[in-house]
């Protein structure tokens, strides 16, 4: 009896770091996004703006007809500040740091997972490897970045998502992934609905 119940405090925590690790990579691949995108709009933009403090603006003209130079000067000024605001949050952002540290987190509650996962298959696991991994996992989330509530939300749905397909893909492996999440999606809004309408009846009768 008490194998069981120190195999099943394994096992739950293994689902919180599961779920941590979902969010802490689903936010590293997020600000990763962000900072190409930033980075390329910068690289480009200052590209740009150096190709067009060293043209003439008569250049653009057989493009842009009612173009003169007061107004060439006042875009290329707008368009300079705008790469160098971009450039500013960039800098205060430090969204590639942020990428990094929540990665790096990631990384360790994978390892982490797999410690307890060996642990979990031994003949006999102890009130003392209980305690280890629990010590070990609370380290790891005091080191590691926040992660925003509506992050860890759409972590846990995704998390439990790639689950229950997974497991029907095990009977099914021809199934189409996209047309079997629309159908559960359907499906589970029904029931939902139904068991909703159900507690109602069974409020308006009491």
Known sequence: MELENEKNQIVKL??????????????AKRFNIYNGFLNFSILVGSTIIAILTFANYDTFIPILKYL????????????ASSIFILTVA??????????SQHEHTGKQLTTFIRHADAIANLKRATEDDVTRLTMQYAMINEAAPSIPNKFFIKAKKDLHERIE??????????????????????????????????????VDEK
Not at 68 to 79: N, W
């Open 14 to 27: 293994k689902r919180k770091a599961n779920l941590s690790r979902n969010a802490h990579f689903m936010l």
């Open 68 to 79: 003169t130079e007061d107004l060439y000067k006042l875009f290329v000024g707008i368009f």
């Open 90 to 99: 960039d800098y205060f952002l430090k969204l590639g740091r942020s990428s």
């Open 165 to 202: 397909i997974s497991k029907i893909l095990e009977k099914h492996p021809f199934t189409n992934v996209l047309l079997l999440k629309f159908s559960m999606t359907i499906k589970q809004t029904r029931n939902i609905e139904m068991n909703e309408s159900k507690k109602k009846e069974d």
